[in-house]
């Protein structure tokens, strides 16, 4: 039991940024300290509101815009006696004198403080367009955007007898595909432009294909691996339309232009004070979100962080950490023992229509960037028993050290995917791996799971792939596997007439024990690259020919993953 | 990588039991071993078929029984070359000559084993009721059992013109909670009979009575505390009817009588073999499975375990540790690297009509029994982002050892709460405390959960709870509360006038600031017990009590929780 450290003085917290970071942090304070004078100073209108439920007011599905407001100044001063400053900028900071200037419609002011928490956020990245000014383009970030978009939408629907509006979004992130989502949901027609050759970038390649399928079925016109060069009027002058014209040549006459391309740290205020910054800028913290002056801390998207796995610094600008942060800033700011700040897994999921699509810890893309060595596995198990009515496939890849160790995990699917995320990242975490996830104990009735649960399942396969008893082929090495391996084919005979490799030899698992010699010698002393749909199949027919004398390897992820990755 | 131990002479691999933990056991011996000679005995006439998808079936939402099948003798000749013999019982061990006795409808032979892997699964306990042969009688746990259940179930509801059918089910554990909801759905007239006073024993006293609730709302009939004395005759003599007499002078005539009180270690065999026997009769085996004989293993509900937290032994009947259970004594067998038995959580759900309730780790009845020293909290967050449309409250209660060590965790709800029991399955198998349910990195979008998912809200609260920023009391304690505090009720006044306790004092949290005084009148030299609805309201008001030097509390779990200890 540690005593109450308050101050009968009252310790004068002050708060740049009142959303998740700043009011996080201001919160907890009082909690810790019933005596402290705490301001929060926040240059917008808006304080504690629901940044990321935006995209769902934009589609109507929160149809109540004041659901986004969790808290007023007023119901902030009556709860937790805050002083909540809103249209209040700080502009410059004094670390000597301890002093904050803010501007605000009343004039110029200073504010002392004896610790300052800084929870700016990040700003949005204008990406290189002519002609973002033009009165279409929007961005997606604040109340103000979503109630500037809403409004020019109704116009645009009220405008009765023409077809339905076009939209062109700018970026296809998370918030850029919540965007549209929500565009669709509003009756839009909606161009997806990003500049990376796949929908959401930090999802590993074999994943995107099924996010960019989903987008197809909806309507979505994509646009890959090109970006917006201009924005401009209409020849004929129409007001309200702009053309809008994109590097591989295609032209879109849009009614909206939504930008979100990324976002980068607030840290101007932090340089100008001559804080020491990193990775992108982002203000430079210790585990106690203590900046480089030990009476300035900092939290959220304006901050670096150091990346779990690889241990790169960089921002990761996500709702929970920024929380988290500010809770850990006032335990800092109030003399408390604090949990340190683990390093980041940058865990995050999106809804895309009907389908989830989570990551958690290091991509693929990361640890080839970071050097780091491991093994990639793909699995498409049931979301819940197969017997049971409704099973969602979950398509599941996870990367793992030689050692078993865990590094990342992505999934996508239409149910139970947020579930398996969570747990393999609460795995990495206690830093898990192999035989920790083939024994974990999840609970299993047959509307909620499996007997094997799809994370034992990932357990399981990686033991398989880093003991040798199922040594495997990626799908992205296929063109060296079809010029010096036998493809063989172990599916059935109509899942092979359907749809096959070129040149890859049929024979059905179940029938494989009694043609050994004809695979023998259809591969005429090369190895034999086996595959099945999913994985499953192959495995057995790999573990037939290996004890047959074969160098046979099994296709993680089977057909399934082959198809993503080679349409 | 490991060489392939396969056995060129065919290692003889004789298996006792064909379902979750055999077939398990048989299935990666095939893999890991392509030519052993594998022989499954199994008694019954169905192997590999889903046990925990009956009462699915029993309802109608799994309408097709073949889909319970998922694998006959001959599917598994042909995929995994297994030798499956129903209809076989394994009669005896010879342990010295290495041979079973076997007797099928052809008659008794013996098999000898290089191997021999015990999977013979539990027996269902028969309680202490006169007249249990009688017709209606069934239980839950083959698929003959539910042949004769649907049966009678169709004639019942054929005979047409008369009332819905009445059922007794006896024993309100997971399984018999399962044929209640699957019985409603058919509709019958349900009376549910429990030993104990609660429903679904295993779980904590606070949470029962959810699903209590939820029961009668779906209009059945509870007899909690009472035992079932005697299912007769009617004088009448009618056939296909039944009086049931119980313990508490309650008779009710019943169409149909499911019995499922539980199940005990099927050990006969293993018994009469000379193997070591552990807790309540199961078979006592080592990490790997291996039993005091060292060519004998054995997997599943007949074994013993080592249960996580209290490190007390007992046979935990579950299908994923029998599935992983058979999988490592295959590789054990097989001369493989293990995957050791980690202590058993007993990680387990079950869905009772809309609500679902999921526990893993020590219960607080447990912990209690084991003397383990622990803090409950209790907590009631939204499954997702409040703001969201349909979020649901999810019931939680969680024990923190001193140390902040996560022990156990509870939950029902109607949405998320599997997840959340996985997440804090896989953080006590990691050996996490409050700090690290703090931290923890879970994916946060407004349709999946919260900034603050309700697992870091666990660890906030046991971090507040253990380091005493927020001492507690519990509703159990109420009557020493009543008698020796003053009790400070901060919840709006309209919901103090609806119901509250008998002489609390009303201050709305948002006033106590200005009411210090007359607490501190009111109070008069004895602490203050505070509470609202939840616990997050009178968490604000017992800081501000405790910084204006009184000895306040905070009510774990607020109201809601009061209310299921004290209706
Ligand atoms: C549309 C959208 C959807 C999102 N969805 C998700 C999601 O689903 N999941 C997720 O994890 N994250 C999501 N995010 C990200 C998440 O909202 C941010 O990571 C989080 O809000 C960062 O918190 P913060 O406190 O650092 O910054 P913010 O919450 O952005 O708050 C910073 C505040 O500081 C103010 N400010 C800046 N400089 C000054 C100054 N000099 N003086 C006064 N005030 C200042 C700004 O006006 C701003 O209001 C989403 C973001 C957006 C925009
Ligand atoms: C209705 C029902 C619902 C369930 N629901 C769930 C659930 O939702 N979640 C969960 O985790 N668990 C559930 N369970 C429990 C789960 O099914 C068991 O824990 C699991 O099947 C145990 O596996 P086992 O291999 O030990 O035994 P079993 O799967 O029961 O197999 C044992 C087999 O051995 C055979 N046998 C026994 N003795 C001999 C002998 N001498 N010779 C030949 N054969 C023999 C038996 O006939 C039996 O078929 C449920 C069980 C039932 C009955
Ligand atoms: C609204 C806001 C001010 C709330 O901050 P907060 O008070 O710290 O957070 P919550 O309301 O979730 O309450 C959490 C506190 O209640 C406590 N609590 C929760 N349930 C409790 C219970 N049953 N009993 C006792 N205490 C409980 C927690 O321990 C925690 O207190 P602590 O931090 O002192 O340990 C802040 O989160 C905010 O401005 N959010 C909007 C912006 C945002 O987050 N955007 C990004 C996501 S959309
Ligand atoms: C049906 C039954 C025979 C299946 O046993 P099984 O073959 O071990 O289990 P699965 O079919 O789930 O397959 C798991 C295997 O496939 C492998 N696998 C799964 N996905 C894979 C993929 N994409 N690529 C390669 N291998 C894959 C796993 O690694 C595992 O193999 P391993 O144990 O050698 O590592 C057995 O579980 C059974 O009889 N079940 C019914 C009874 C029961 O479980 N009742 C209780 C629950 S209702």
């Not at 640890?367 to 780091?372: E, I, K």
């Given at each position: 039991?540690?005593?109450?450290?308050?101050?009968?003085?009252?310790?004068?917290?002050?708060?740049?940024?009142?959303?998740?970071?700043?009011?996080?942090?201001?919160?907890r304070a009082r909690r810790l300290d019933t005596r402290a004078r705490i301001v929060v100073l926040e240059q917008g209108h808006y304080v504690s509101f629901a940044n990321c439920g935006l995209p769902y007011h934009l589609s109507g599905e929160i149809p109540d815009r004041s659901a986004l407001l969790l808290h007023t100044p007023a119901s902030l001063a009556r709860t937790l006696d805050l002083d909540v400053r809103t249209g209040h900028r700080a502009l410059a900071i004094d670390r000597a004198a301890r002093e904050v200037t803010v501007r605000?419609?009343?004039?110029?002011?200073?504010?002392?403080?004896?610790?300052?928490?800084?929870?700016?956020?990040?700003?949005?990245?204008?990406?290189?367009?002519?002609g973002l000014d033009h009165p279409v383009v929007h961005s997606l970030r604040t109340v103000p955007d979503v109630d500037g978009m809403r409004a020019r939408i109704d116009a645009l629907t009220d405008a009765s007898g023409r077809d339905a509006p076009t939209a062109v979004v700018v970026g296809a992130g998370f918030i850029g595909l919540e965007a549209v989502e929500a565009l669709v949901a509003r009756g839009l027609h909606v161009h997806l432009v990003e500049l990376a050759d796949q929908v959401l970038p930090p999802l590993d390649a074999e994943l995107a294909p099924l996010l960019a399928e989903e987008l197809l079925t909806r309507g979505v016109h994509l646009h890959l691996g090109a970006s917006a060069q201009s924005v401009a009027a209409m020849d004929t002058g129409s007001a309200g339309v702009a053309r809008v014209t994109l590097s591989d040549g295609a032209v879109i006459s849009a009614d909206l232009v939504v930008v979100n391309v990324g976002v980068r740290p607030a840290s101007s205020l932090a340089r100008e004070a001559g804080l020491e910054l990193g990775a992108r800028g982002a203000i430079r913290v210790d585990a106690d979100q203590r900046t480089s002056d030990p009476h300035i801390w900092a939290v959220?998207?304006?901050v670096e962080v150091v990346q779990a796995v690889t241990g790169a610094p960089a921002p990761v600008p996500l709702a929970g950490p920024a929380n988290r942060q500010g809770r850990r800033a006032a335990d800092?700011?109030?003399g408390r023992r604090t949990t340190p700040q683990a390093p980041v897994l940058g865990t995050a999921i999106v809804r895309v229509f009907g389908l989830t699509a989570a990551v958690t810890g290091a991509s693929q893309?990361?640890?080839?960037?970071?050097?780091?060595?491991h093994e990639v596995v793909h699995l498409h198990p049931a979301h819940h028993a197969g017997y049971f009515p409704g099973a969602e496939q979950i398509h599941l890849v996870a990367s793992f050290a030689p050692d078993g160790t865990l590094l990342g995990a992505q999934a996508v699917g239409r149910a139970g995917v947020d579930k398996r995320i969570d747990v393999l990242a609460t795995a990495i975490r206690a830093g898990m791996g192999a035989d920790d996830l083939a024994e974990l104990e999840l609970a299993y009735a047959p509307p909620y799971g499996s007997a094997k649960d799809p994370v034992n399942m990932l357990g399981f396969v990686a033991q398989n792939v880093l003991d040798g008893t199922m040594p495997q082929w990626q799908a992205w090495d296929l063109d060296e596997i079809l010029a010096t391996t036998l493809v063989l084919d172990v599916r059935s005979r109509t899942e092979f007439d359907a749809e096959h490799l070129e040149g890859a030899l049929n024979i059905p698992h179940t029938e494989l024990r009694q043609h050994l010699g004809t695979v023998?010698?259809?591969?005429?002393?090369?190895?034999?690259?086996?595959?099945?749909?999913?994985?499953?199949?192959?495995?057995?027919?790999?573990?037939v020919l290996l004890a047959d004398g074969r160098d046979a390897r099994n296709l993680s992820?089977?057909?399934l993953t082959l198809q993503a990755v080679r349409p």
């Open positions: 039991m540690t005593t109450d450290p308050t101050s009968p003085d009252g310790r004068r917290i002050v708060i740049v940024g009142g959303v998740a970071g700043g009011m996080s942090a201001a919160a605000s419609a009343a004039g110029t002011y200073t504010l002392p403080y004896d610790a300052l928490i800084l929870a700016p956020g990040a700003e949005a990245v204008r990406p290189p367009i002519d959220g998207d304006a800092a700011v109030c893309a990361r640890l080839r960037a970071a050097g780091v060595d023998r010698e259809a591969a005429a002393g090369r190895p034999v690259s086996v595959h099945c749909a999913s994985g499953v199949r192959s495995y057995l027919a790999t573990r992820g089977g057909w």
